[in-house]
């Protein structure tokens, strides 16, 4: 069993009548990137502020590497990485100052600092830059740069809270490729987002959050098993008769149908042929159909089924 | 620690381009304008220059004309006399080039057009030669062996009074203007003070939320950033008075190191001040500023940067006000720099100076101190 880095412990944090973490708690292993998922307002930044001391909070505990976390707790924060959700840098300092300037808040050492400082730009690819200043930097950039200041003293626990929120394709590619490095390095990852796929790409175990609560938590596969859907099956159809469609919802294995008028799609729970079979109803009504596709749960169905709903404002 | 931060909240002070234009920029250029309206007034108004007057030739144009000359020829000339005739005399007083023409009659007339310093000088010029011909002509009449004796007693000048300087300084009452720009300046140290307290305050920044993240005491943090703040105001006290004294020429009296001193004395009340405003409670960074600066031009106003009088309206009316308004004890510094030989008045404003700055500092830090926050 690897050491816990970070437990929460029955957390309540309310903003007046609003009850933002319900009794939260929360055990992150050492060495684990830890996703943190759910729509915005769920409580994700919150937990996180409340982990970084920053915000108090009405009851439960908080320990980072076996230490109760305070607001004091200053060889705690020594080994923590934050990079925030709101870009947070010297707009009057260029790219190699702000990097300079978050590494020695942990690094005293110069000599060690500059070098730290120059693995954090190459880290981020951000050589070219280095004597911009961040209004000149694009979107990706900036986000780039948030992160070389957060992970350039090397930490142990790295805290990302939505890091790729207006980011390019390529940016965030280049940034998700990062953190999976910085894992390898040995640091340990908590990475908040409401993107279902960087979280399935990147994460090693996950905790779905809504209103203030985690409803779910363990490995991509541990939760995709909590769900009734195994398989979703989507077939072109331009004309379905009614009763071909209750026979297929009859098969064994099939929980739910759907039809729109040009598309049929088939939800199914177990079973290890689901497509042939149905199929094979189709054929022997001779319906004539296009494409088909099958496709198995993903975190966003896992997300829609345990949360009952659709993901809020998502992509902003 | 403190150095790395002092560093880089220095270079971040000194980049920012508010501080350029508003604490740097907009000063020189008020300092500019108002030398080009007040500088001469002074110099115009109250000192003495030479009276330019006409000379009509009469009988007595030979006694007239050397006692005219002595006054006119002497270290600090009184007159600047043109011989003409009758009618170019009338046309030159008519043109203003002539402030008055005197006629050598027995006795001496004299003929001004208008009222004013000059013409009264010509007047009292005019009554004293007469004066004095009228009795060297009793003399000669009387007992002309005493003329001798006479005209010594009249060269003689007897001084029963002994002439004090006000003032040792610029008695020019425009210099006020000045002292107000600075204090203004010194004010506007107010936005660099908010400034700390946004990028200290978990809940007013990001980059205060960040910091907060790390390592670094708050105290460290904070301090460093105080200081930063005040070395860089004290590059625009020192650029705000330098301006004035050695490009404008603004006259601040014998005692200009000190005039730097309290000027950055008054930069770095201005500069606690509004880390204090920044403390108090959760209001964004923009109102702040908007707050601090009407209240900065409020008080600057209410000591006299715009109307000349106010201070001594607001004087007469509510002393109690000019001696806790910030911006009034900063030019009353200034002032009794420039116009008392003791320093006792200075030494006054220079401790309500420190003790403003004290208090603010006190309480900005208990504001401050407190590292959790309810809300984000």
């Not at chain 2, 403003?356 to 006190?362: G, H, K």
């Amino acid at each position: 069993m690897k050491q816990s880095v970070v437990k929460i412990d029955n957390l309540v944090k309310r903003y007046g009548e609003l009850v933002a973490l319900d009794h939260f708690s929360l055990d992150i292993h050492e060495g684990e990137i830890f996703g943190l998922l759910g729509p915005n307002g769920s409580g994700k930044t919150t937990t996180i502020n409340c982990l970084l001391s920053l915000l108090s909070f009405d009851k439960g505990d908080i320990q980072i590497f076996g230490r109760k976390m305070t607001p004091t707790s200053y060889d705690i924060k020594q080994q923590i990485g934050v990079i925030m959700q709101n870009v947070a840098v010297f707009d009057e300092l260029t790219v190699a100052e702000n990097i300079d300037y978050f590494c020695g808040l942990y690094i005293t050492d110069p000599v060690k600092r500059r070098q730290y400082t120059e693995e954090a730009v190459q880290f981020v690819g951000l050589e070219d830059f280095l004597r911009f200043r961040p209004k000149k930097l694009s979107g990706g950039l900036l986000r780039r740069l948030n992160i070389a200041c957060g992970i350039a003293h090397k930490p142990r626990l790295i805290i990302l809270d939505e890091p790729t929120v207006a980011v390019d394709p390529q940016s965030r590619n280049r940034i998700l490729e990062g953190i999976a490095a910085l894992n390898r390095s040995g640091a340990t990852v908590i990475y908040t987002s409401h993107y279902m796929e960087e979280v399935e790409q990147l994460c090693t175990r996950i905790a779905i959050m809504d209103k203030g609560k985690k409803i779910a938590e363990g490995t991509k596969d541990e939760l995709k098993r909590m769900i009734r859907n195994t398989e979703t099956v989507t077939i072109e159809i331009l004309a379905l008769a009614d009763d071909i469609r209750a026979e297929i919802a009859a098969l064994p294995h099939i929980y739910d149908t759907a039809y729109d008028g040009s598309r049929l799609t088939v939800f199914c729970s177990g079973g290890k042929h689901n497509l042939i079979r149905i199929l094979h109803v189709l054929q022997e009504h001779s319906v004539s159909f296009g494409r088909v596709y099958s496709e198995l749960p993903t975190l966003n169905d896992v997300f829609l089924e345990i949360t009952g709903k659709a993901l809020r404002d998502k992509g902003d | 620690m403190f150095l790395h931060n002092l560093k880089y909240e220095l270079l971040t002070a000194l980049r920012t381009k508010d501080m350029l234009l508003w604490i740097i920029l907009f000063p020189l250029i008020l300092a500019t304008l108002f030398q080009i309206a007040f500088g001469s007034i002074y110099e115009q108004n109250t000192k003495f220059s030479v009276i330019p007057a006409a000379v009509v030739s009469g009988p007595d144009n030979e006694n007239f004309r050397l006692a005219a000359e002595r006054v006119s020829d002497s270290g600090e000339p009184l007159l600047r006399i043109t011989d003409t005739d009758e009618e170019t005399a009338l046309g030159l007083l008519k043109n203003g080039e002539v402030y008055g023409i005197f006629y050598t009659d027995t006795p001496v007339t004299l003929t001004v057009s208008g009222k004013g310093i000059h013409q009264s000088i010509l007047k009292t010029f005019a009554e004293r030669y007469n004066a004095t011909a009228a009795v060297l002509r009793e003399t000669a009449a009387s007992d002309p062996q005493r003329i001798p004796a006479v005209l010594e007693a009249i060269s003689a000048e007897v001084t029963a009074c002994t002439e004090l300087p006000v003032t040792e300084g610029n008695p020019d009452p425009y210099i006020q203007f000045f002292h107000n720009l600075i204090a203004m300046v010194a004010l506007f140290g107010t936005t660099t003070g908010l400034h700390i307290c946004t990028q200290n305050q978990a809940n007013l920044s990001a980059l205060g939320a960040r910091k907060c993240c790390s390592p670094t005491r708050r105290s460290v943090s904070i301090a460093a950033s105080l200081t930063a703040s005040y070395l860089a105001h004290t590059v625009c006290m020192v650029i705000c008075v330098s301006f004035q004294a050695f490009v404008l020429g603004v006259d601040f009296g014998s005692k200009l190191p000190l005039v730097y001193l309290a000027a950055v004395l008054a930069g770095c009340m201005g500069v606690t001040m509004g880390f204090f405003v920044g403390s108090i409670g959760r209001v964004s960074t923009d109102t702040k500023t908007g707050i601090v600066t009407a209240v900065t031009m409020t008080l600057c106003f209410l000591s006299g940067l715009m109307i000349g009088n106010i201070k001594a309206v607001i004087a007469a009316k509510a002393p109690w006000f000019n001696r806790i308004n910030p911006a009034a004890i900063i030019s009353d510094c200034f002032y009794c720099l420039n116009l008392y030989s003791d320093y006792a008045r200075f030494r006054e404003k220079i401790c309500m100076m420190l003790l403003y700055t004290l208090l603010f500092a006190v309480l900005g830090i208990c504001m401050t101190r407190r590292r959790k926050y309810a809300s984000i």
